[in-house]
Nanobody
Framework: QVQLVESGGGLVQPGGSLRLSCLYS????????WGWYRQAPGKERELVAS???????TDADSVKGRFTISRDNVKKTVYLQMNSLKPEDTAVYYC??????????WGQGTQVTVSS
Protein backbone atom coordinates (compact mmCIF):
# COMPACT_ATOMS: atom_id res chain seq x y z
CA GLN A 1 0.00 0.00 0.00
CA VAL A 2 3.09 2.23 0.15
CA GLN A 3 5.16 2.70 -2.97
CA LEU A 4 8.82 3.68 -2.62
CA VAL A 5 11.19 4.94 -5.29
CA GLU A 6 14.87 5.46 -4.50
CA SER A 7 17.18 7.70 -6.47
CA GLY A 8 20.56 9.37 -6.18
CA GLY A 9 22.90 6.42 -6.35
CA GLY A 10 25.92 6.29 -8.57
CA LEU A 11 29.67 6.03 -8.78
CA VAL A 12 31.73 8.22 -6.47
CA GLN A 13 35.36 8.33 -5.41
CA PRO A 14 36.42 7.68 -1.83
CA GLY A 15 35.86 10.76 0.27
CA GLY A 16 33.03 11.94 -1.93
CA SER A 17 29.38 12.54 -1.14
CA LEU A 18 25.99 11.43 -2.39
CA ARG A 19 22.45 12.16 -1.32
CA LEU A 20 19.92 9.41 -1.72
CA SER A 21 16.23 10.19 -1.95
CA CYS A 22 13.22 7.99 -1.35
CA LEU A 23 9.87 9.24 -2.54
CA TYR A 24 6.97 7.54 -0.83
CA SER A 25 3.38 7.50 -1.97
CA UNK A 26 0.16 5.60 -1.55
CA UNK A 27 -1.23 4.92 1.89
CA UNK A 28 1.32 7.02 3.74
CA UNK A 29 -0.64 8.33 6.69
CA UNK A 30 -0.03 5.27 8.83
CA UNK A 31 3.76 5.23 8.39
CA UNK A 32 5.64 5.60 11.63
CA UNK A 33 9.12 4.41 10.63
CA TRP A 34 11.41 5.04 7.66
CA GLY A 35 14.71 3.23 7.23
CA TRP A 36 17.65 3.10 4.88
CA TYR A 37 19.22 -0.32 4.44
CA ARG A 38 22.08 -1.57 2.33
CA GLN A 39 23.23 -4.90 1.02
CA ALA A 40 26.67 -5.60 -0.36
CA PRO A 41 27.48 -8.71 -2.42
CA GLY A 42 27.82 -11.73 -0.17
CA LYS A 43 26.50 -9.89 2.87
CA GLU A 44 23.15 -9.67 4.55
CA ARG A 45 21.03 -6.57 4.34
CA GLU A 46 21.80 -4.19 7.18
CA LEU A 47 20.14 -1.16 8.65
CA VAL A 48 22.06 2.03 7.95
CA ALA A 49 19.83 4.69 9.47
CA SER A 50 16.25 5.20 10.49
CA UNK A 51 13.85 7.94 11.47
CA UNK A 52 10.48 7.79 13.18
CA UNK A 53 7.37 9.88 12.79
CA UNK A 54 8.47 11.74 15.90
CA UNK A 55 11.85 12.57 14.40
CA UNK A 56 13.99 10.17 16.41
CA UNK A 57 16.94 8.94 14.37
CA THR A 58 19.38 6.08 14.56
CA ASP A 59 22.44 5.23 12.53
CA ALA A 60 24.82 2.35 12.37
CA ASP A 61 28.21 2.64 14.02
CA SER A 62 29.87 2.13 10.66
CA VAL A 63 28.34 5.32 9.26
CA LYS A 64 28.11 7.44 12.39
CA GLY A 65 29.33 10.95 11.78
CA ARG A 66 29.24 10.47 8.02
CA PHE A 67 25.62 9.70 7.11
CA THR A 68 22.52 11.67 8.06
CA ILE A 69 18.91 10.64 7.59
CA SER A 70 16.18 13.24 7.28
CA ARG A 71 12.57 13.47 6.20
CA ASP A 72 10.45 16.07 4.41
CA ASN A 73 6.76 15.56 5.08
CA VAL A 74 5.71 18.06 2.41
CA LYS A 75 7.76 16.48 -0.35
CA LYS A 76 7.02 13.01 1.00
CA THR A 77 10.68 12.15 0.76
CA VAL A 78 13.24 10.65 3.09
CA TYR A 79 16.89 11.39 2.44
CA LEU A 80 20.21 9.84 3.24
CA GLN A 81 23.10 12.29 3.03
CA MET A 82 26.32 10.32 2.68
CA ASN A 83 29.63 12.07 3.22
CA SER A 84 33.21 10.85 3.43
CA LEU A 85 32.28 7.74 1.50
CA LYS A 86 34.47 4.68 1.77
CA PRO A 87 34.82 1.68 -0.55
CA GLU A 88 33.14 -0.46 2.10
CA ASP A 89 30.02 1.67 1.67
CA THR A 90 29.53 0.11 -1.76
CA ALA A 91 26.15 -1.62 -1.78
CA VAL A 92 22.63 -1.49 -3.05
CA TYR A 93 20.75 0.93 -0.83
CA TYR A 94 17.07 0.38 -0.09
CA CYS A 95 14.51 2.49 1.67
CA UNK A 96 11.78 0.94 3.71
CA UNK A 97 8.72 2.00 5.66
CA UNK A 98 6.73 0.42 8.43
CA UNK A 99 3.11 1.34 8.92
CA UNK A 100 0.68 0.54 11.69
CA UNK A 101 -0.39 -3.04 11.38
CA UNK A 102 3.23 -4.13 10.85
CA UNK A 103 3.02 -3.36 7.14
CA UNK A 104 6.52 -3.14 5.69
CA UNK A 105 7.27 -1.77 2.23
CA TRP A 106 10.50 -1.77 0.24
CA GLY A 107 11.84 0.16 -2.70
CA GLN A 108 13.72 -1.38 -5.59
CA GLY A 109 17.10 -0.12 -4.44
CA THR A 110 19.75 2.14 -5.87
CA GLN A 111 23.38 1.19 -6.44
CA VAL A 112 26.12 3.10 -4.67
CA THR A 113 29.66 2.33 -5.76
CA VAL A 114 32.64 3.94 -4.04
CA SER A 115 35.80 3.33 -6.00
CA SER A 116 38.87 5.04 -7.35
Amino acid sequence: QVQLVESGGGLVQPGGSLRLSCLYSGRIFDIYYWGWYRQAPGKERELVASITVGGTTTDADSVKGRFTISRDNVKKTVYLQMNSLKPEDTAVYYCSTVAYGAITSWGQGTQVTVSS
